[in-house]
Every structure is written in C-alpha cells, then in structure tokens.
C-alpha cells in the first residue's frame, strides 16, 4: 500500500501537465454541512457530496428523493405500494438514521419524514448536501448514517422561469408537475427576494391490473419564498417560508371516498416550514456570528383502512399535529495562529422543541409525544495548506434520555500535493427512543389497529463511526477527473426492534414494543468518479459495496427464527449519470441506477392457519438496472430568454418488479427494485 501511495504521488506532475479547463468535476463548490462553516469541497474535513441545481434538471428530478438517486451512497426505495412512502438509506442504514435538515437547521420531524421525500420539490431547492458518516456531533440524534442538507434557493439576480414536466407512466397514467421560480435583488444587492410555486398532479398506476395501485395518487402543491436584507454593511437578515399542502391515497376504488374503498391509504398534509437567520460578520472577517429560529407546523387528516363488502364504509380515520421549533445561536472565530498552526473556532448552542398528538378514531386512541433537547457543541479545526485537524464534540439533553449525551468528533485531512486529499474520521453518535417514529406512521393497517409502546428498560442507540477516503483529482491535456475511494464502518449498540407482543385476531388489534437488540453493524467502501473529457461532456459514476448485520443472534423476523442480515440492504447499488452538449444549445443526458440483490420479507395469506392469517417467507430479490435517456434543446427570445424542450424516456428496458402481491389481502410492503416502470417524459422551461 505504501508503495502504491508514492507512485501516485510521483505520477502526479505528470497528470498536471495541463491546467483545468475550468471547476467542471465541482470541487471549489462551497459547502457548509461538513463544519457549520463556509468551506470548498476540496478543503472539507469530510467528502461531501453536492447536488446541485443543473443536475437536477439534467435527470429531470421533480422532488428530493428524485434527486438524491444519484449521489453516492445513497439509495431511495418505495417501502408501500398502498400509502406510496419513500424511504432513503445511507450506508446501508434506514432513514431513521439519517437528518434530513432545510438550510441547516432539523425541523423536519418524525412525522413529516414519512413523506417528506416526495413532499420536496427541486423547485425550492438550489442544491443538496450530503455528509456521509456520522453526524451527531454536529447535528445530534438520529445523524448516526449521515446528514442530507437542503439549502434553499437564495435571491442572486433578476430573472424568472416557469416550467413543466409531464411524464406517462406504463403508458397508463399521467404525471404532471408545474414551477415557477422568480428573483428580484436591488441595484446595490442589499436586498433580495425569490419566490417558488410548485404544483403536482398524479393519477394512480396499476402495473399488475389487480385493481390496487403500485402507484398512488397524488395532488399536492408548495408556494414559497426567500429573502434577504443587509441590516448594516456587517450583517444580513436571512427569512424563508414555504408552504406544502399535499393530498395522496393508495389502493382502490378512487372515483369512491376513501372510507368506501376495499383498501385505502394516504392522507392530506398541510405544512408550513419557516427559517429565520441573523448573520453578523465584521470587516476583519476573523468573526461570524449567527442567531437563528426555525419552525414547522403539520397537519394531516389520515385514513389507512380496509372494509369488507359487508361493511357501509371503514372507520379507520386519524388526525395528527406536530409543531417543531428549533432556535439557537453560532459564533466562529478565525485565528491566523493557535498554538501550531491556523484554526477556526466554532461554538453554538440550540434548543429543539417537537409536540406531536396523534388521534386514531378506530380506537379512539390519542398519543402525545413531547420531545425537548437542550444542544451545546464546540469544535476547533487547524487548517493548513497540507494538514487539517478538527476536533470536536456535542452535548445533548434529550427528554427521553435521563442523562446528557456527548458526541465526540475527530477528523484528519492531509494533501501530500494540490492533487490527493487523504482523509480519516471518527464519529460517535446516538439515537434517542420515541414512541412515533418513522415506523410508526399508520395507526391502522389493513384494517388492523397498531400500537407501539416502549420497554421499560428500553435503552438509547448509541454508535461509533470510522471513515476513510482518497480524493484524487488529476489533468491530462483536456481530461479532468475526480477519483473518490472512501471506506466506512458503523456500529451501533442496543438496535431498536419491535417484538409482536399481543395479537387478538378477531379484532385485528396488535401491540408491539420496540426493545433493544444486541446491536448491529454495516460496512463498505463508496467508489465515486467524475470525468469530464472534454468541456462539453461529464460522466459521473458512483457505486457502494456493503454488508449490513445485526451483531449476536440476530433480529427475529418469525416466531423462533433469527436472521443477522439486514433486510432491504443490497450488497451492491451504484449510479451513473452522464451529459454531453455535441452543440450549444443541444444537452444529451443519460442516467442509471443499479440495485443488487437484497433480502425481502414476504407475508403470504396462509389459510391452514385457524381464523386465517400469514406466514412469512424470505426472499432474495433479483438485481434491477435502471437506465434513462433525455434530449433538450434551448430556443433563444432575444438576449435574455430562452425556451427550453426536453424528451426523454425513464426506466427505458422496463426493469421493473415481476412479482408484485395482487389483491385486497396483498402484502403492501413486498415492494421493491425501480419505483417507475418504463415512462416517457416531456418537459418544457422558459427562462426569462
């Protein structure tokens, strides 16, 4: 290894042999994920990945889970095919283990995660930050297999567009999606205002023709802006708002209320999200200070319920409300020398309030869950030209933890020349228990009423990240190209788990508790190259080997059996995107995904067993590749306008699932692989 290390390090003055034709490949992005701080990507302690707005259009992503496809380490996957809910793993590690955040801050709680994927459009959306990793140190509970930063769409300069997307579905079911985006910013820049609209229409897709939905329907739109105001030559005033009011169901009967279908699930939301930050920053620029508040107020009205034909109409209604605030400050301070070389000092304080009450009418059963966590954090990072040191660490006083919680940080970043970065990190995380949770996101399925309750010596996740990675950017005559191998592992003590404590067939009524397993631990190596050959074109490919187990004897998926491996966790998944521009206005783009086998759980209608009931089968999937072409072409109106037309197809060889549950008493969560089938798509955009 040593000897493989000094040859690319002799061989890079020859790779340098040309200048870079310009950041194609990206790393002077600046980021602000990976410290709370300002940074480029190439000088971050950690590899942070970036989304950004061109991409997303180039893959034709319409909502956050569309876009987050195709950035290393990440997979997005339907978990329903009633309720449509989306779920993105990091690492191999579910969404309970990841933060997502908007600008920064963690407003979206449990509740609004369930479909929070789906509920984003990229219309308010400049580009998407990823930390991979743990991130508790940082951002606390639930950052244990990393972190998905949203920063929003920020007032740069005059100008508007508006734009559509329409896709066909399996040639079956129309998808259509409308945006509008505008900016304004005075003459002297200090003011600026953005304003963005989105609006969403889906019909139900049925892939099997069993008269249930693959697919459900949806009806949602967003209205928002973001503005900004320079209070003095030194400081800026930063506000943000959106609204989302989003309306989906899944199952049956659609031209009948829900109540009156065989299988109906989904619900209506209405959230309204806001930021306000303060940024202070004198004329030295050794200082920054920050005061910031957040907010996010949801509400749904639910219905997750079957009825037989013997029945008028089901009753299996809920209600839920969830205000989460989260407020706090920042201050940063640059040191030209501490103790041994330059450093910046970072040190913040927030408090995160969450008050969610959840009414399920079938039971007339009422949960309340009041979370309060008081957060202090501090970090210190040497940079240099070669060497980065950052240290750090955060404490968390969680309501539903009776001690505090610190979280350690350490990460080593060394650049042997302008063209390797080597880094090294460790992270220690937790994750806090709670009653609602990402799992939790029904009081009724099937008909079925579900309750969750804690042990009473249900103990906290705790976990210990390790990464590693090399970044190697190089020139040979016109080529430049980013080469990232970065290997990673996590253990996590006390897994949560829920164990079928109480089933009573005749009312359908279940109770879990989720108790603690003996821990669990993933493992893997992400592998992502971006190439740009010539000015016109860029590849990108990323790809992530893993392998997910629970440590001891394992997790209980049937009465008496174990399994160590993780369900829904391929061994192998990967991506690729590639754009070309043969002339000026004409963009040729081709994306794919690839998901390995992976092991599924199966509940097959078992009639043997007396008053009915399943059995649980294990599966190992087959592999899928999803492969999308699209062609657009920009129309210039004079100097400032442009009319942008786009065609495409998505999932062109159809690599879709075969053995999709049929019927009313079908398995909702047997889904897997693509979340489209083959679908053509059309897009037009005017910029003005």
């Not at 283990?97 to 959306?125: C, E, F, H």
């Not at 008050?355 to 309340?368: A, F, G, K, N």
């Not at 430049?480 to 006390?494: H, S, V």
Request: hydrophobic share 35%; with cysteine.
């Amino acid at each position: 290894m040593r000897k493989i290390i000094v040859l690319i390090i002799s061989f890079l003055p020859l790779m340098a042999t040309a200048q870079s034709h310009g950041d194609t490949i990206r790393l002077r992005q600046v980021v602000v994920t990976a410290t709370q701080h300002t940074t480029t990507r190439s000088e971050a302690p950690n590899a942070v990945g970036v989304i950004d707005g061109g991409q997303m259009e180039a893959v034709s992503a319409v909502n956050l889970g569309q876009a987050l496809k195709y950035s290393t380490g990440l997979r997005v996957e339907n978990t329903c095919q009633n309720c449509g809910a989306n779920e993105v793993r990091i690492n191999g590690l579910g969404q309970a283990y990841s933060q997502i955040l908007i600008d920064s801050r963690p407003v979206n709680s449990a509740l609004a995660g369930v479909y929070l994927l789906d509920q984003l459009p990229t219309a308010l959306i400049d580009r998407v930050e990823v930390l991979r990793g743990g991130g508790s140190a940082l951002y606390g509970s639930n950052a244990i297999a990393g972190v998905i930063n949203v920063i929003t769409c920020e007032p740069r300069s005059n100008g508007a567009s508006v734009s559509n997307n329409t896709s066909l579905i399996g040639g079956q079911s129309w998808d259509f999606s409308n945006s509008f985006n505008a900016s304004v910013v005075s003459d002297d820049h200090r003011a600026g205002l953005t304003i963005f609209g989105h609006n969403r229409s889906r019909s139900p897709y049925d892939h099997n023709e069993d008269g249930y939905s693959e697919i459900g329907l949806l009806k949602a739109r967003m209205v928002g802006f973001r503005g900004y105001l320079r209070t003095t030559d030194f400081s800026k005033l930063n506000l943000e708002y959106h609204n989302i009011h989003d309306f989906r169901r899944g199952g049956d009967c659609f031209d009948l209320p829900s109540p009156m279908a065989h299988i109906s699930e989904g619900g209506e939301h209405d959230i309204h999200s806001a930021n306000l930050k303060w940024d202070w920053l004198p004329a030295s620029g050794l200082r920054h200070a920050s005061i910031f508040a957040s907010m996010q107020h949801v509400s749904r009205q639910s219905y997750y319920g079957e009825r037989d034909d013997s029945e008028p109409f089901g009753t299996a209604y809920g209600y839920t409300q969830d205000v989460t605030l989260n407020y706090g400050a920042i201050y940063s301070r640059h040191f030209d020398t501490l103790w041994f070389m330059p450093a910046e000092l970072t040190a913040g304080v927030e408090h995160t309030l969450d008050r969610l009450r959840d009414h399920t009418l079938d039971s007339y059963d009422t949960l309340h869950q009041h979370i309060g966590i008081l957060s202090a954090y501090l970090q210190n990072e040497w940079k240099g030209l070669r060497w980065s040191i950052l240290v750090g660490g955060r404490m968390d006083k969680h309501t539903m933890i009776n001690a505090p919680v610190v979280s350690p940080r350490l990460n080593l970043r060394y650049a042997p020349s302008d063209h390797l970065v080597l880094r090294a990190g460790y992270a220690s995380g937790f994750r806090a228990p709670q009653v609602y949770d990402e799992d939790l996101h029904v009081g009724a399925v099937n008909g079925e009423l579900y309750k969750i309750t804690n042990a009473v010596d249900l103990r906290m996740e705790r976990s210990h990240s390790l990464t590693g990675s090399a970044d190697l950017c190089f020139h040979l005559g016109s080529l430049e190209a980013d080469l990232m191998m970065e290997g990673f592992y996590t253990r996590i003590n006390d897994a949560f788990v829920n164990e079928l404590v109480f089933d009573d067939t005749a009312s359908g009524y279940l109770h879990y508790e989720r108790r603690n397993a003996d821990g669990a631990e993933v493992m893997g190596v992400n592998v992502e190259m971006t190439v740009s050959p010539i000015e016109p074109m860029r590849l990108q490919l990323g790809g992530t080997w893993q392998h997910s187990l629970y440590t001891g004897q394992g997790k209980e998926w049937d009465e008496g059996q174990l399994e160590r491996r993780m369900e829904r966790t391929p061994d192998l998944y990967a991506y690729l995107t590639g754009i070309y521009n043969p002339v000026k206005r004409l963009q040729l783009t081709a994306t794919g995904t690839f998901t390995g086998p992976m092991l599924v759980y199966h509940n097959v209608s078992d009639e043997t067993i007396p008053g009915g009931g399943t059995e649980v089968e294990k599966v190992i999937t087959d592999s899928f590749f999803d492969l999308s072409l699209k062609a657009a072409y920009s129309i210039p109106f004079g100097e400032s306008t442009e009319l942008e037309l786009s065609i495409g197809v998505q999932n062109l060889l159809n690599s879709y699932q075969r053995d999709l549950d049929s019927g009313q008493e079908r398995d909702a969560a047997y889904i897997y692989g693509p979340a489209l089938p083959r679908t053509l798509m059309f897009g037009a955009k005017l910029n003005i």
